[in-house]
């Protein structure tokens, strides 16, 4: 990540977020972390950082993603969180939960929570590495193109060493 431009990426976030703005100033747009696709699929991702063991969506955001959901039931969403924004080396633990899961978790909305609260222990612990082959393999299994076919590549091993190569 050492050609990846930290200052660029805040830059970009500061401009799109002052784009739409409510008349008091504030953003009236939402940050989607990060998309991939292959064909028709598609795979969102949004992180969140870890406050007392827990994660806060807004039910801004929430919503919109139980609306994507709902129109498109093959996409993947996933909340992805993390005890800091710079643990990006590939044994680093995240910890992750589909949006399916974290509908389905009772709030407690008694103080007027307006935010979807995941806590810790409601979430999946997988290092970035895994997590990483797992999306990967979601992206070649539900995308047009690029099927992963385990059998093929258990063939391709045996003849590879049958053959003596």
């Not at 002052?18 to 699929?41: A, C, E, Q």
């Amino acid at each position: 990540m050492s050609d990846f431009d930290f200052h660029e990426l805040i830059n970009s976030f500061i401009f799109m977020n002052t784009l739409i703005t409510f008349p008091d100033g504030k953003s009236r747009s939402m940050d989607i972390d990060s998309v991939s696709y292959n064909g028709d699929y598609v795979f969102y991702r949004s992180g969140k950082k870890f406050y007392l063991d827990k994660i806060r969506i807004k039910m801004t955001e929430f919503n919109f993603w139980a609306i994507q959901k709902k129109r498109n039931p093959d996409w993947d969403i996933y909340f992805i969180a993390t005890d800091s924004n710079t643990n990006t080396e590939n044994d680093d633990l995240i910890w992750y939960i589909p949006f399916e899961a974290a509908y389905k978790l009772k709030q407690d909305n008694s103080s007027a929570i307006r935010d979807w609260i995941i806590r810790r222990d409601q979430m999946e612990p997988i290092r970035r590495k895994r997590f990483n082959f797992y999306a990967n393999r979601m992206l070649d299994l539900k995308g047009m193109g690029g099927f992963y076919d385990a059998k093929d590549e258990v063939i391709k091993s045996f003849e590879k060493y049958r053959d003596g190569k």
